[in-house]
């Protein structure tokens, strides 16, 4: 498998997963919205854990993008707050919640069909906000997307973004073990694959929480808050052992 196919084949799976009722690809409901707009909404980055209200910049009329964000969970929420709403995701059962989920609630949004680990299609300084759930374990290089997300952010915009830590790619099934060490890259290590794939698990990468925090102060952002939250399921997560983190950072510069 070369470098280049691998977003292709996590694009199908996620479209698969969807068709059989994956949890991040079930789309918010029609009472959701409604509450949402009467000003009781919530979002989560990471399995458990809201983000915290203070984190959202001003949100009416606000340009935001939500990055590797279909499935029309964040982005109808935050178009019934008053944010004008762009999200951008490559697998195609992503995409066609969102439209859905836009045409059932009569508003407006732009929708891109691409890859974030290409340059994305906007140009600088588009965005007051840009919300990524969690993601990059479906993609090798971190600091290339994070370097984009500073370039489309205006100066002080807003990035909130969930991270898997990689503790997940350690141990066995029954989380009780630890099979395997970091880094998790099937690319480098092609065996990896066969583990995926048995799972039917796409393509994944784990990326430290140095590797993931560092390339995002590298490419010019500022970290203004964190915080760590656990699986959703499992043992892992019944220890408490936190394996996400949630993160606030913004693009330095004057507003």
């Known amino acids: 498998m070369g470098e280049r196919q691998y977003q292709d084949i996590n694009a199908a799976t996620i479209d698969r997963w969807v068709a059989e009722g994956w949890l991040w690809g079930q789309p918010v409901s029609h009472e959701e919205y409604l509450r949402a707009k009467r000003g009781d909404w919530q979002l989560v980055l990471t399995p458990t854990k809201p983000v915290p209200t203070a984190w959202y910049p001003p949100l009416k009329g606000a340009n935001v993008l939500g990055l590797a964000a279909g499935g029309g969970q964040q982005m109808p929420i935050l178009t019934a707050v008053g944010a004008n709403c762009t999200v951008l995701d490559y697998a195609s059962a992503q995409i066609e919640s969102e439209r859905a989920v836009a045409a059932r609630e009569g508003y407006d949004i732009t929708i891109c069909q691409a890859d974030m680990t290409k340059s994305l299609p906007f140009d600088d300084s588009s965005f007051d906000l840009v919300i990524n759930p969690v993601s990059l374990c479906y993609v090798r290089e971190v600091e290339p997307i994070w370097r984009e997300v500073c370039?489309?952010?205006?100066?002080?915009?807003?990035?909130?973004?969930?991270?898997?830590?990689?503790?997940?790619?350690?141990?066995?099934?029954?989380?009780?073990?630890?099979?395997?060490?970091?880094?998790?890259?099937?690319?480098?290590?092609?065996?990896?694959?066969?583990?995926?794939?048995?799972?039917?698990?796409?393509?994944?990468?784990?990326?430290?929480?140095?590797?993931?925090?560092?390339?995002?102060?590298h490419a010019g952002l500022v970290i203004d808050d964190l915080y760590d939250d656990v699986n959703e399921e499992g043992r892992l997560g019944r220890l408490g052992i936190p394996s996400f983190l949630a993160v606030r950072a913004h693009k330095g510069g004057a507003a």
């Open 151 to 217: 370039r489309v952010l205006r100066p002080g915009g807003v990035l909130l973004a969930g991270l898997d830590t990689g503790i997940n790619f350690v141990v066995d099934d029954e989380e009780e073990r630890i099979v395997r060490g970091l880094p998790f890259d099937p690319i480098a290590e092609p065996a990896l694959m066969t583990v995926l794939e048995e799972e039917d698990g796409g393509v994944q990468f784990s990326h430290t929480p140095g590797e993931l925090l560092g390339s995002m102060l």
